[in-house]
């Protein structure tokens, strides 16, 4: 998305000599060289020569070229001074200006809320002192950040004023900026001519002006248009024609324009090529330090992953984005990172649900076992105080507790008689087989726990570790009732369900077995719970069982 750029104001007149040297730094920002563009700012800053007012300028054009290469930590100390420069000498435009560029900072950095208090007081500042360009420059700005967090109708209105701002005034090329960032809301609004219309508008200004840097900044953005309308041609096209400019890693745009390539390969059903440019787009966000582009290129990898049935592999990679979200989304409450968590949440229980069902495939006494147990689980686990978010990846762990039954031959979980040593050997370790399964993945929550622990007992006589009592993970606690209740309730390979009142009676008086204050609560809930397919006397036969594997 395009940042506004400082106009260049100075009070005083300059000398040829100092006035060539800024015009030097300004042709090499319009070219991208931005090494080039700081060394021409610092010596600026050095000149004797200079008046006050330029030697304040040059730190506000040296911060700006500082953020442009990546390094915001440079960026803020050279600002800060700015702005405590302007304040001491008395001047509200000058604070206006450089605290407009401390804005864009901390913009890129993903600090909305800072940033647009410090736009807010940007614009105060410009208002005192009739700064027409900087309040068009900071309203660019604002529909910025209304953009990321999803306010897609006040980032329009926001860039309208600006644009309306900059027209009034005849400054063509932040006009032509404006225009691609309308583009980019009208892009995720879905009126796509309306955005193309836009970026052509931009694309000219910008030619006219010569202004290659910005140039290249459409270019990029108008990529996502081609993909948006499945224009794979033109897209990667595009996209071929910027990495031959970008011959180096210098390019800020380098790792979005892989992602865009990657994109493309597996909207062919090309997987390998998508991989390799997807994992080099997640080097340039590492590098740079990208939360945004990194969570989004490991989402795009995990439908990769998914499309290849790569399913450890996706869990990982939607894990990592799962928490490069949630860390955006913590941090500034962003409504855009907040609806793609959604989407990755929906992902996650579509793996975990796919993942339980070829557990359920090896057993016909067992379809939608994973399903009841997530459900039975989490209305207790709602009553024992989780959190929305905790109960997310609490239904996770659920859906995965019995993963480890794939090393469970088919014949053995089918088996209608009493299991041998050597079968109930095989059966008791599949908990651990399960952790294995999912070892090299960071799940947050208790989901490593859930899998690993859901059979131990409140004696601690159960596996796999003997834990006892208030040792064994809550959450393990929680899913054991919710296992034995659905076990007893549901046709087994060794006997038909039993009703309510039944597996009740068998669960507490298997005291050993649960949480005592868990388990009440939870058959309190279900004796008057309407729970479909629950057995009843009329229907079934009451068999003696006790709480089994």
Same mark, same amino acid.
Not at 242 to 271: K, Q, T
């Given at each position: 998305?395009?940042?506004?750029r400082?106009t260049?104001?100075?009070? #005083?007149?300059?000398?040829s000599?100092?006035?060539?040297?800024i015009?030097?730094a300004?042709?090499?920002?319009?070219?991208g060289?931005?090494?080039?563009?700081?060394?021409?700012?610092e010596?600026?800053i050095?000149d004797p020569d200079?008046?006050?007012?330029t030697r304040?300028?040059?730190l506000?054009?040296?911060g700006r070229?500082?953020l442009?290469?990546?390094?915001?930590g440079?960026?803020?100390?050279?600002?800060?001074?700015?702005?405590?420069?302007?304040d001491?000498?008395?001047?509200?435009?000058?604070v206006a200006k450089a605290?407009?560029?401390v804005?864009?900072?901390?913009q890129?950095?993903?600090?909305?809320?800072?940033?647009a208090?410090?736009?807010?007081?940007?614009r105060?500042?410009a208002?005192?002192?009739?700064?027409?360009a900087?309040?068009?420059?900071?309203?660019?700005?604002l529909?910025t950040?209304?953009?990321?967090?999803g306010?897609?109708?006040g980032a329009?209105e926001a860039f309208r004023?600006?644009?309306?701002?900059?027209?009034?005034?005849g400054?063509?090329?932040h006009e032509a900026?404006?225009?691609n960032?309308?583009?980019l809301?009208?892009?995720?609004?879905?009126e796509?001519?309306?955005?193309?219309?836009?970026?052509?508008?931009?694309a000219?200004?910008?030619?006219?002006?010569?202004?290659r840097a910005?140039? *290249?900044?459409?270019? %990029?953005?108008?990529?996502?248009?081609?993909?948006?309308?499945r !224009?794979f041609?033109?897209? *990667?096209s595009?996209?071929?024609k910027?990495l031959?400019?970008?011959?180096?890693d210098?390019?800020?745009?380098?790792?979005? %324009?892989f992602r865009?390539?990657?994109?493309i390969a597996r909207e062919?059903?090309?997987?390998?090529?998508?991989?390799?440019? *997807?994992?080099?787009?997640e080097?340039h966000?590492?590098?740079?330090?990208?939360?945004?582009l990194h969570?989004?290129v490991?989402?795009?990898?995990?439908?990769?992953?998914?499309?290849?049935k790569?399913h450890?592999e996706?869990?990982?990679?939607?894990n990592?984005a799962?928490?490069?979200?949630s860390?955006?989304?913590a941090?500034?409450?962003?409504?855009?990172v907040?609806?793609?968590?959604g989407?990755?949440?929906?992902?996650f229980l579509?793996?975990a649900?796919h993942?339980?069902?070829s557990i359920?495939?090896k057993d016909?006494?067992t379809?939608g076992?994973?399903?009841?147990?997530?459900f039975?689980?989490?209305v207790l686990?709602?009553?024992?105080?989780?959190?929305?978010?905790?109960?997310?990846?609490? !239904?996770i762990?659920?859906?995965l507790?019995?993963?480890?039954?794939?090393? %469970?031959p088919?014949? %053995?979980?089918?088996k209608p008689g009493?299991?041998?040593?050597?079968?109930?050997?095989?059966?008791?370790?599949?908990?651990?087989?399960?952790?294995e399964?999912v070892a090299?993945?960071?799940?947050?929550?208790?989901i490593? #726990?859930?899998? !690993?622990?859901h059979?131990?007992?409140w004696?601690?006589t159960?596996?796999?570790?003997?834990?006892?009592?208030?040792e064994?993970?809550?959450?393990?606690r929680?899913l054991?009732?919710?296992d034995?209740?659905?076990?007893?309730?549901?046709?087994? +390979?060794?006997r038909?369900?039993?009703?309510?009142a !039944?597996?009740?009676?068998?669960m507490?008086?298997s005291?050993?077995?649960?949480?005592?204050?868990?388990?009440k609560?939870?058959?309190?809930?279900?004796e008057?719970?309407?729970?479909p397919?629950?057995?009843t006397?009329?229907? *079934?036969?009451i068999?003696?069982s +006790?709480?089994t594997?």
């Amino acid at each position: 998305m395009t940042k506004s750029r400082p106009t260049i104001e100075l009070r #005083a007149v300059e000398s040829s000599a100092v006035r060539a040297q800024i015009d030097r730094a300004k042709h090499a920002e319009r070219e991208g060289r931005w090494a080039d563009a700081c060394a021409s700012y610092e010596a600026l800053i050095r000149d004797p020569d200079a008046n006050p007012d330029t030697r304040l300028a040059a730190l506000r054009w040296l911060g700006r070229a500082y953020l442009e290469q990546g390094n915001r930590g440079a960026a803020l100390d050279v600002l800060e001074a700015a702005v405590a420069s302007a304040d001491i000498i008395g001047s509200p435009p000058a604070v206006a200006k450089a605290l407009n560029v401390v804005g864009i900072v901390y913009q890129v950095g993903g600090q909305l809320d800072q940033a647009a208090a410090i736009y807010a007081a940007a614009r105060g500042k410009a208002e005192l002192a009739g700064d027409g360009a900087l309040i068009a420059m900071i309203d660019q700005n604002l529909g910025t950040v209304a953009m990321i967090r999803g306010d897609l109708r006040g980032a329009l209105e926001a860039f309208r004023l600006s644009h309306l701002g900059y027209q009034t005034l005849g400054m063509r090329n932040h006009e032509a900026q404006v225009l691609n960032n309308i583009a980019l809301a009208y892009m995720e609004l879905g009126e796509l001519a309306d955005a193309e219309t836009s970026y052509n508008l931009a694309a000219e200004a910008f030619e006219e002006d010569g202004d290659r840097a910005r140039q *290249l900044d459409l270019a %990029v953005n108008k990529v996502q248009l081609y993909i948006a309308a499945r !224009r794979f041609d033109e897209a *990667l096209s595009q996209c071929e024609k910027l990495l031959a400019v970008a011959s180096d890693d210098a390019a800020p745009w380098r790792g979005e %324009v892989f992602r865009h390539v990657g994109v493309i390969a597996r909207e062919r059903g090309d997987f390998v090529h998508a991989s390799e440019n *997807l994992l080099k787009a997640e080097q340039h966000a590492l590098e740079s330090g990208d939360l945004l582009l990194h969570a989004d290129v490991s989402e795009q990898l995990a439908e990769v992953y998914w499309s290849q049935k790569r399913h450890r592999e996706m869990l990982q990679c939607l894990n990592e984005a799962h928490s490069l979200y949630s860390q955006l989304k913590a941090q500034h409450r962003v409504a855009q990172v907040e609806k793609r968590n959604g989407a990755l949440e929906a992902r996650f229980l579509e793996m975990a649900k796919h993942w339980g069902d070829s557990i359920e495939s090896k057993d016909r006494y067992t379809q939608g076992h994973c399903e009841r147990v997530a459900f039975f689980a989490c209305v207790l686990a709602d009553s024992a105080g989780f959190n929305g978010r905790s109960l997310f990846w609490f !239904r996770i762990g659920a859906l995965l507790h019995d993963i480890g039954k794939i090393i %469970v031959p088919t014949e %053995v979980l089918n088996k209608p008689g009493k299991l041998t040593e050597e079968e109930w050997a095989i059966m008791k370790r599949h908990p651990e087989a399960g952790l294995e399964l999912v070892a090299d993945i960071d799940f947050p929550g208790d989901i490593t #726990a859930i899998i !690993r622990n859901h059979h131990e007992r409140w004696d601690g006589t159960g596996y796999p570790d003997c834990l006892k009592g208030e040792e064994i993970p809550l959450a393990a606690r929680i899913l054991c009732v919710a296992d034995v209740y659905d076990a007893l309730t549901t046709t087994r +390979s060794y006997r038909p369900g039993l009703t309510h009142a !039944r597996a009740a009676e068998i669960m507490r008086s298997s005291a050993g077995q649960f949480d005592p204050e868990l388990l009440k609560i939870f058959l309190d809930w279900a004796e008057t719970a309407d729970i479909p397919g629950r057995p009843t006397p009329q229907r *079934l036969a009451i068999f003696a069982s +006790s709480a089994t594997a």
